[in-house]
DNA sequence: CGACACATGTAACACGTTACATGATTTG
DNA sequence: CAAATCATGTAACGTGTTACATGTGTCG
């Protein structure tokens, strides 16, 4: 939101409509969140209701606190601690450490899933228009990470097979202390 | 939780436990929240109180409904639209979009940052002891993650190279609908 | 004894999601 | 005219995060 209000004040859903041109509706975005998260950016102070008329619409515009904040947020590289827990990371994890889930049969239904979305994403690429270029990098981000998801896979599946037989690893389970066994 | 209570009921402090056993204390889990989200999964009727002696501890059985939905979970792939947004893709197609951003700037920055990541998980990795299987994958998962993300900044870096000089794609600004200018 | 890990919670908060309400304007 | 789009909100809900409270057990 605060990089789109940098040049010129706007309004809600000019907001939607820029925010889904750059990012090639890849994350639609739910009008109603962008009204309440105008509300909140107001409420910190980062953008306050537009003193220059707005042809009946409500227009916003960024403080120099919410430059500030900008600033900050291209400045600042996004770290890997902060982004969010990998879903299937987590899964495949769990189905190897829990016993009774044919964790093979899990890495071949991801394979096929994302190899399909990774077609659909090729074929959304080439259909894309020339201008449209931070669109394309979007598209081509989600290339890169379906490709690198695949070759995961693969990798896993080798790992499953050199692992063949050997004892479900050091069953992992958290050391229960000893002396609590016989707590009241 | 659902997966690590399939075998056998267990306890607040214990799933946290083998949840951080299995995943690598990658994604650290706060202990306030196990407690909450066994109270949401009781409420679901996924998991209930377990029946047997807990030694004075709170246990926690999976009910046959949360087998179904485990089975569920594990079956069903992860969509690549059920994936939260990527901030880094959003940051970059927002520094093209809107002008007075040094996008070089921020792919370099990133690129160090990511770079010094993947230095750290390969050391990481080849720290890891052998047995610990489920916690290599979820290391090489974000390696291979990582090495992705470089590879799609490289891209970036040439596709504006490429672009250089020529004026901003297309200003990707949304029509204001023309009627619309002169309303009360 | 004092510090620390174990163990179980609760309250407050932030944020994203969905659904709903309301009205103006455009268009077939 | 009717339907769709534009436009601005609000309410309810789910979940993750942080901080706090409380008590037990272990260990130097």
Redesign the interface.
């Known amino acids: 939101m605060l990089?789109?209000l940098?040049?010129e004040p706007k309004y809600g859903?000019?907001?939607?409509?820029?925010f889904e041109?750059?990012?090639g509706a890849?994350?639609p975005l739910n009008i109603g969140q962008v009204y309440t998260t105008l509300t909140r950016l107001e409420r910190d102070g980062l953008v306050r209701a537009a003193s220059s008329e707005g042809?009946?619409?409500s227009m916003y515009e960024i403080t120099d606190a919410g430059r500030t904040e900008l600033a900050n947020?291209?400045?600042t590289?996004?770290?890997?601690e902060?982004?969010?827990?990998?879903?299937?990371?987590?899964?495949?994890?769990?189905?190897?450490?829990?016993?009774?889930?044919d964790v093979s049969a899990?890495v071949q239904?991801?394979r096929?899933?994302?190899m399909q979305?990774l077609q659909e994403l090729t074929r959304q690429k080439r259909n894309s228009a020339e201008?449209?270029?931070?669109?394309?990098?979007?598209i081509?981000?989600?290339i890169?990470?379906?490709?690198?998801?695949i070759?995961?896979l693969d990798?896993?599946e080798a790992?499953l097979l050199r692992?063949r037989g050997k004892p479900r690893?050091?069953p992992?389970?958290?050391?229960?202390p000893a002396d609590?066994?016989?707590?009241?």
């Open positions: 990089a789109l940098q040049d859903y000019q907001l939607r409509g820029e041109a750059a990012t890849t994350w042809d009946g619409r947020w291209f400045q590289p996004v770290a890997r902060s982004r969010p827990r990998d879903e299937l990371a987590i899964k495949l994890a769990l189905a190897l450490a829990v016993p009774g889930v899990v239904r991801q096929m899933s994302t979305s201008g449209e270029i931070s669109w394309q990098l979007v081509e981000s989600m890169f990470g379906a490709e690198a998801e070759r995961w990798h896993c790992m692992h690893p050091a992992q389970t958290y050391d229960v609590q066994e016989a707590r009241s």
